[in-house]
């Protein structure tokens, strides 16, 4: 296992930072005893657990950082993508998805208080994968543009859009430099709700091809064309490939593939 080497003073991009991020959102799906467990090895001596009507999050750090990371789900994702109201309604920095802003609204206090109280001048990182990533978008505009508290950086894995072009444009003008939306090759959900609905994506993105690679320079045709390829690659493999492209495993394997180079 890598030593826990992350740069917690930072406020720019980082590789190293987006990895131990991403551990952080496959971590946020396991059991509080167990996801405790795992981040003691960290060096992690502070833990709290968040859990109200489905939504689950954790916020763990050290002396010196705090990382506040949101589950996402273990469902079906077509059903979460269909059962969730994706109508748009009034939030942090302009019009949101209904569904995310209530999910978040059942621990946003408790998360809310533990930050204010017990924050202590540490730095403070978020992060999430799918809708856990959607959660973390919201909890950062709510903690930047609500309660105009630091946050140092916001890493997320497989979000699908979570506002309005206004909240988009919002939430760029104050945080998208240290914003990071990780998408790989066939994954389906960072396309929806639709741009057609009004939703648009927020932050820098950063993209996983079709072998793993991380392409952050990738040109529109070069991804249209990669993304061929990764069905082409799929098509005799089990499973939907835009749905396997979504998973947590997946995300985290390129985060240290790319660390690693």
């Known amino acids: 296992m890598r030593e826990f080497d992350f740069d917690g003073s930072t406020r720019e991009y980082s590789k190293k930072n987006a990895y131990w991020l991403g551990k952080a959102s496959q971590i946020a799906y396991d059991p509080p005893t ?91 990182w978020v992060t999430g994968h799918s809708l856990g990533a959607a959660l973390a978008t919201l909890a950062v505009a709510k903690l930047r543009l609500e309660k105009d508290e630091p946050v140092n950086g916001l890493y997320t894995f497989g979000q699908p859009r979570t506002g309005d072009r206004e909240f988009a444009k919002n939430f760029d003008a104050d945080f998208e430099a240290q914003t990071f939306r990780y998408v790989n090759n066939n994954d389906i959900v960072p396309r929806v709700p639709f741009r057609a609905m009004s939703y648009s994506h927020v932050g820098t993105f950063r993209y996983f091809d079709s072998d793993g690679d991380q392409r952050d320079d990738i040109s529109w045709w070069d991804k249209v064309v990669d993304r061929m390829e990764g069905r082409i690659e799929d098509l005799l493999k089990p499973g939907t490939d835009n749905l396997k492209d979504h998973a947590r495993a997946h995300y985290v394997a390129s985060l240290e593939r790319s660390v690693s180079e």
């Open 34 to 124: 167990q996801a405790r467990s795992a981040l003691e090895a960290w060096g992690f001596t502070t833990f709290e657990s968040f859990d109200s009507r489905e939504t689950q999050a954790f916020i763990a750090g050290n002396d010196n950082l705090l990382v506040l990371a949101f589950r996402g789900t273990e469902g079906n994702i077509r059903d979460w993508m269909t059962d969730l109201d994706i109508g748009l309604v009034g939030g942090p920095g302009g019009m949101v998805h209904e569904g995310f802003l209530t999910a978040l609204s059942a621990v946003w206090r408790d998360i809310w208080r533990f930050i204010s109280q017990q924050r202590n001048r540490r730095a403070l």
